[in-house]
């Protein structure tokens, strides 16, 4: 085996390392301070003075209400509860007003649209609720991996009580016009002269701490953000969800986080999260601008030195930290393994499905054949990343290319 002569971090979409700031700030919470936030003694009030602190501290980063603010244990769960939560909420409500069944309200009550490149757990989620009688929408996107407002206003009807767009795709890099899309889920709204309300969730995960969120004036209604994708612990996540915005808790209990997310509270977990986002919040502009550059650096010097080589996302209107490529006549997983020896760890799609075998979901609603699909190579920058390392990338990265391409089999099959 080859000896790896580096160790080169390049999958912080995937999960990044927890910032030592948030880490000791987590520290007491492991140990001195470890009272239940259900408690009525010092310990337990001590823990629910600081878990009050941090919903704020989440709130305030996205301009909402700490009480808007629901924690959880991951994006999983937050898009979960977003999705499921307020289907199952509209269909109780329709039944209560119509005395229909369950299923009659699902059918009835329940259009939710999404787009094609969604998180698998949405993808998920909606496809759960499909098989429960909802009817699901799943919108096209362009070359670029965009959704095009208009495509929502013209997919909205009577029925629809939800959209759910992803902020920016974890595996491309392509940020929404959510903006937009919001405004014109009120307008088609108001065209229809709708008495209740189409809710509009975004899964910010990718986004949350990378860009600026104003939940107001994007007019999103629920939006999901994780701590382990910005530098703090795994176990943490949050759920926005609007004041007057009725959703049905997933778990049942002793009615933790306002009685939507029963489950003693991760605290330790969450004060990590709050320290992570105040860090981000203080170094947003700097990092952004600087991963911004190193980003542009890998993405022009590959398209250069590699023949046969296409990004993928949006040139411009992309993460920060985000590159996604396609090489003719090579296999992703090859890539990551050849690249793994050389100290460099990368991706070939989403981590939550480079596991398995199919091409990415998110690929091919762009246009990519199978084939191309199984040629990416996701490079994900982070806080700890250094040009040195792009330089040794961009060093690196043809040769790979070039020696999987001489054993290559594709070539005689889709040559």
């Given at each position: 085996?080859?000896?790896?002569?580096?160790?080169?971090?390049?999958?912080?979409?995937?999960?990044?390392?927890?910032?030592?700031?948030?880490?000791?700030?987590?520290?007491?919470?492991?140990?001195?301070?470890?009272?239940?936030?259900?408690?009525?003694?010092?310990?337990?009030?001590?823990?629910?003075?600081?878990?009050?602190?941090?919903?704020?501290?989440?709130?305030?980063?996205?301009?909402?209400?700490?009480?808007?603010?629901?924690?959880?244990?991951?994006?999983?769960?937050?898009?979960?509860?977003?999705?499921?939560?307020?289907?199952?909420?509209?269909?109780?409500?329709?039944?209560?007003?119509?005395?229909?069944?369950?299923?009659?309200?699902?059918?009835?009550?329940?259009?939710?649209?999404?787009s094609s490149i969604e998180h698998p757990c949405i993808m998920e989620s909606a496809k759960w609720l499909?098989?429960?009688?909802?009817?699901?929408?799943?919108?096209?996107?362009?070359?670029?991996?965009?959704?095009?407002?208009?495509?929502?206003?013209?997919?909205?009807?009577?029925?629809?009580?939800?959209?759910?767009?992803?902020?920016?795709?974890?595996?491309?890099?392509?940020?929404?016009?959510?903006?937009?899309?919001?405004?014109?889920?009120?307008?088609?709204?108001?065209?229809?002269?709708?008495?209740?309300?189409?809710?509009?969730?975004?899964?910010?995960?990718?986004?949350?701490?990378?860009?600026?969120?104003?939940?107001?004036?994007?007019?999103?209604?629920?939006?999901?953000?994780?701590?382990?994708?910005?530098?703090?612990?795994?176990?943490?996540?949050?759920?926005?969800?609007?004041?007057?915005?009725?959703?049905?808790?997933?778990?049942?209990?002793?009615?933790?986080?306002?009685?939507?997310?029963?489950?003693?509270?991760?605290?330790?977990?969450?004060?990590?999260?709050?320290?992570?986002?105040?860090?981000?919040?203080?170094?947003?502009?700097?990092?952004?601008?600087?991963?911004?550059?190193?980003?542009?650096?890998?993405i022009k010097g590959v398209l250069k030195e590699i023949p046969g080589s296409h990004l993928n996302g949006?040139?411009?209107?992309?993460?920060?930290?985000?590159?996604?490529f396609s090489f003719s006549f090579v296999e992703g997983e090859s890539m990551v393994i050849q690249l793994?020896?050389?100290?460099?760890?990368?991706?070939?799609?989403?981590?939550?499905?480079?596991?398995?075998?199919?091409?990415?979901?998110?690929?091919?609603?762009?246009?990519?054949?199978?084939?191309?699909?199984?040629?990416?190579?996701?490079?994900?920058?982070?806080?700890?990343?250094?040009?040195?390392?792009?330089?040794?990338?961009?060093?690196?990265?043809?040769?790979?290319?070039?020696?999987?391409?001489?054993?290559?089999?594709?070539?005689?099959?889709?040559?």
């Open positions: 085996m080859t000896k790896k002569t580096k160790r080169i971090y390049l999958d912080y979409a995937a999960t990044t390392p927890v910032d030592s700031r948030a880490f000791r700030a987590m520290l007491p919470y492991l140990s001195e301070k470890f009272g239940n936030t259900m408690s009525l003694h010092s310990f337990g009030q001590g823990a629910k003075e600081v878990l009050e602190e941090s919903r704020e501290v989440v709130a305030n980063s996205i301009k909402a209400k700490p009480d808007e603010i629901i924690f959880t244990s991951s994006a999983t769960e937050s898009n979960n509860l977003a999705l499921k939560g307020v289907a199952f909420a509209k269909a109780a409500s329709f039944a209560e007003v119509t005395s229909a069944t369950k299923a009659e309200s699902a059918n009835q009550a329940g259009h939710i649209i999404i499909e098989n429960q009688g909802f009817e699901i929408t799943r919108l096209k996107v362009d070359k670029y991996g965009l959704v095009d407002s208009k495509d929502i206003e013209k997919a909205i009807k009577k029925e629809t009580i939800l959209v759910s767009i992803i902020h920016a795709s974890n595996e491309i890099g392509t940020i929404q016009p959510i903006k937009e899309i919001g405004e014109a889920i009120i307008r088609k709204s108001e065209i229809l002269n709708l008495k209740t309300k189409i809710f509009f969730h975004t899964d910010a995960v990718q986004t949350f701490g990378k860009i600026p969120i104003d939940v107001s004036k994007m007019n999103i209604d629920l939006l999901t953000a994780s701590s382990h994708k910005m530098y703090g612990p795994k176990g943490a996540a949050a759920l926005f969800v609007r004041e007057g915005t009725k959703i049905t808790p997933l778990l049942h209990g002793g009615g933790h986080e306002a009685g939507l997310r029963s489950s003693t509270v991760n605290v330790p977990a969450i004060v990590g999260f709050a320290k992570a986002v105040k860090i981000c919040e203080k170094e947003i502009k700097s990092e952004t601008k600087r991963l911004s550059r190193l980003r542009d650096k890998l949006h040139p411009k209107k992309r993460l920060p930290n985000n590159a996604n793994d020896l050389l100290g460099i760890a990368a991706s070939t799609g989403s981590a939550c499905a480079t596991a398995k075998l199919e091409p990415s979901h998110v690929l091919l609603a762009i246009g990519l054949r199978p084939e191309e699909a199984h040629g990416s190579l996701r490079l994900t920058l982070g806080r700890w990343t250094k040009e040195k390392d792009i330089d040794y990338v961009l060093e690196v990265l043809p040769k790979v290319i070039n020696k999987l391409r001489k054993i290559s089999p594709f070539k005689k099959t889709y040559g």
